[in-house]
């Protein structure tokens, strides 16, 4: 029989999936890392395929509404924006919530270029912007064989949050009040 229980759960998980389409003479944000290429990704804000994937994987993980309700492609205010903006929106939302980020795991599939050289900066950058250990951030490469997809970049994206402390305290104190 399902019993009822109005604890927040200790963890949640989330997971993002996001891809855009290589254009020509824009920068390549990925992670929020300029990485040298001629080509960049189009379509909303500044295309960076790895921090929308995250931050709808984080919304995701606390049943928020996704990027694209919070921040509308059709809106002329998030054209070329730093998708930075909205991952820090996301993560408002997670301490809101009463958690924090425990690990993220990523795979981003491209045909070029090879993100290999830039694993690590991509991750530094990514962790930092989480404020997380780099050792949490999982990010691997794959190319899209078999899958006719060499114009597209495509990710996902899965996290973890933990429920914060400070939120058990308070739902202690609020049990203990009750
Ligand atoms: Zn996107």
Same mark, same amino acid.
């Given at each position: 029989?399902?019993?009822?229980?109005?604890?927040?759960?200790?963890?949640?998980?989330?997971?993002?999936?996001?891809?855009? /389409?290589?254009?020509?003479?824009?920068?390549?944000?990925?992670?929020? +890392?300029?990485?040298?290429?001629?080509?960049?990704?189009? *379509? @909303?804000?500044?295309?960076?395929?790895?921090? !929308? =994937?995250?931050?709808?994987?984080?919304? *995701?993980?606390?049943?928020?509404?996704?990027?694209?309700?919070?921040? &509308?492609?059709? !809106?002329?205010?998030?054209? *070329? =924006?730093?998708?930075?903006?909205?991952?820090?929106?996301?993560?408002?939302?997670?301490?809101?919530?009463?958690? @924090?980020?425990?690990?993220?795991?990523?795979?981003?599939?491209?045909?070029?270029?090879?993100?290999? &050289?830039?694993?690590?900066? +991509?991750?530094?950058?990514?962790?930092?912007?989480? *404020? +997380?250990?780099?050792?949490?951030?999982?990010?691997?490469?794959?190319?899209? /064989?078999?899958?006719?997809?060499?114009?597209?970049?495509?990710?996902?994206?899965?996290?973890?949050?933990?429920?914060?402390?400070? /939120?058990?305290?308070?739902?202690?104190?609020?049990?203990?009040?009750?």
């Amino acid at each position: 029989m399902p019993t009822t229980n109005d604890q927040p759960p200790a963890v949640r998980i989330g997971y993002g999936f996001d891809s855009h /389409e290589f254009r020509p003479g824009i920068p390549l944000k990925i992670g929020g +890392v300029t990485l040298p290429y001629d080509q960049g990704l189009g *379509g @909303h804000s500044d295309g960076d395929v790895l921090l !929308h =994937a995250l931050t709808d994987a984080l919304l *995701g993980a606390i049943a928020a509404p996704d990027i694209g309700s919070l921040f &509308p492609p059709s !809106h002329q205010k998030w054209k *070329g =924006a730093d998708s930075v903006v909205f991952l820090r929106e996301a993560l408002k939302r997670v301490r809101e919530a009463g958690y @924090h980020v425990s690990n993220v795991d990523a795979s981003l599939i491209l045909v070029a270029p090879k993100i290999g &050289p830039y694993t690590s900066a +991509v991750r530094t950058r990514v962790a930092e912007l989480l *404020g +997380v250990h780099s050792d949490c951030v999982g990010l691997k490469a794959k190319t899209p /064989e078999g899958l006719n997809l060499d114009s597209a970049a495509i990710a996902h994206v899965v996290v973890l949050l933990k429920k914060s402390s400070s /939120e058990k305290r308070k739902m202690k104190k609020k049990r203990r009040s009750a």
